[in-house]
């Protein structure tokens, strides 16, 4: 269990285009965060801006520090963030870390612009994560999920409708997410008929590119709140300003290139990242109410939540079919949308996770949006970098 | 496969690692000369013992264990790329196939010479049907 609490959060609209800079995205979620939080900006003593992509799309370098000067707060501390895809959620520990060590209070952003460059300069700069000998074959992290997806189809003799049932319920979560890329409704068959990216892969088995911000602010359980409407912490009802304890925040590394895993199907940093958060929140995967998990390829949010214990091997895909992870579902996983619809800008993925899973911990969201019955009150995020080459868990409790 | 870095500043370091990039043919993989451990992936120290001393032998008939077919690649990479995950006798690398129609299950071997991205000074086998048991 840390001392730190996310007393605030915000993030922008995630979509295709923005007219937005990053930096423009970046404050926007910043101010939304800090408002939705009982600070003032006084109050913020560090800052951790997670950006994946700068120096490879020519997006604004030195984030931190451009946020910083932005929203007036210099002097503060400052640090940039990167881990590829799960960049949002490290920069999210960082902030843990901050307040954990300084006992104050740390801001978050995570931020990405992607529609500035081509596709084919994003998919080159992504697949650029891959290991030499991998790069040399022309490898992508697509072809890596239609490996996976093959073999994850083959091994347990799951329909391909399988993988589309994942598209069709995140999607289908989207539709109410005011914040997602993507609010409309998938059928299967429409999944089933899309584009091949990397067979099995088709074009809604796969994540879009993205533009779009997060931010958390995330306070000591003691820092004392300066701002104008500042409440206390413990005030009863679950309010807007009731913060969510971050009870664990862990990571872990598996290998860098993929085939040097003993099994195709395996994602080792996923599973040592989960346990490691599962045992220092001192819970296990039956205790969590509600989950975001890294849904870049369809195949991972079946891969992942096998990893991490939430179902047995080879069982997850019959789970989606028959329901369980919906949004009325026993476990319901990506209530937002998921990246494959909610959207993934890398620097702000993993930070617009927990956000997500504020609001449901809050019970600030329209009924529709809820997960079913009562407000959770434990939340599990798994942000990962690569295809599995990191993986960076969060557990979050009321 | 050990080497002898030397630093900018002129302090030689002493041997303490197997090279990372020294060039190495698509077709060869790693043996830790200490413990025998096998991989593809260049690392510093062998997985197992920690060795830092390998050596690199060809690589014979190996079985794939899945494919795929990229329709959407870089710029500078064939499209379609039909790729498959292959293992060697338990040392796994994925590699660009030969043939369209090879499939879980069929035995390979490096074959052939081809330019795996536009540009590349040098062709490379690709993974291509054989004959026989995979090794």
Known sequence: ?398 | MSDSDSSTDGVDRPDDGIALDEPVAVDRAFRCADCGRRWYYQRRRCPDCSGTDATTYGLGTGELVAVTRVEMTPPDVRSPNRLGLASFDGVRLIAQLADEALSPGDAVAFAGAHRLRDGDEVLRPRLDAVDGDPG
């Open chain 1, 1 to 398: 269990m840390t001392d730190a609490l996310i007393a605030g959060v915000g993030m922008t609209r995630f979509e295709g285009e923005s007219e937005r800079s990053i930096v423009g995205l970046a404050a926007l979620a910043a101010e939304r965060a800090v408002a939705d939080s009982p600070y003032a900006w006084d109050d913020i003593a560090s800052l951790h801006a997670g950006n994946a992509l700068a120096e490879a799309l020519g997006t604004q370098a030195g984030i931190a520090n451009a946020l910083a000067a932005a929203l007036g707060i210099e002097g503060v501390a400052t640090d940039r963030v990167e881990n590829t895809s799960a960049t949002g959620a490290s920069a999210c520990h960082r902030g843990v870390d901050a307040v954990e060590r300084g006992g104050g209070v740390a801001l978050v952003v995570g931020a990405e612009k992607m529609s500035v460059a081509e596709t084919s300069t994003v998919t080159g700069a992504i697949g650029r994560l891959v290991h030499d000998r991998e790069y040399d074959q022309g490898l992508t992290l697509p072809s890596f999920g239609g490996l996976a997806a093959g073999a994850y189809l083959d091994r347990h003799d799951a329909p391909r409708e399988a993988l589309a049932a994942v598209a069709r319920k995140n999607h289908r979560n989207a539709v109410e997410n005011e914040f997602a890329q993507f609010r409309k409704e998938i059928s299967v068959d429409e999944a089933l008929d899309s584009p091949i990216v990397a067979d099995p892969l088709r074009l809604y088995d796969c994540c879009p590119m993205t533009d779009g911000a997060a931010a958390l602010v995330i306070a000591h359980e003691d820092a004392p709140a300066s701002g104008d409407d500042a409440r206390p912490h413990d005030g009863g009802d679950r309010s807007r300003s009731n913060p969510v304890r971050v009870a664990s925040a862990a990571g872990a590394t598996g290998s860098h290139a993929v085939a040097d895993r003993p099994d195709p199907l395996a994602l080792e940093s996923v599973r040592t990242a989960g346990e490691r958060a599962f045992a220092a929140a001192g819970i296990g995967p039956d205790d969590v109410d509600v989950a975001c998990i890294h849904d870049a390829f369809t195949v991972l949010e079946l891969l992942e939540l096998e990893e991490l214990g939430f179902y047995d091997p080879g069982t997850a895909w019959e789970a989606t079919l028959d329901g369980e992870t919906a949004l009325d579902g026993e476990l319901p996983v990506n209530p937002g949308g998921g990246l494959k619809a909610r959207g993934h800008p890398l620097g702000a993925t993993g930070i617009s996770q927990i956000v997500e899973l504020v609001w449901q911990i809050r019970g600030d969201l329209p009924p529709e949006r809820r997960v079913a019955g009562p407000d959770p009150e434990t939340a599990f995020a798994i942000n990962v970098a690569g295809f599995g080459n990191n993986s960076v868990c969060t557990v979050l409790t009321a």
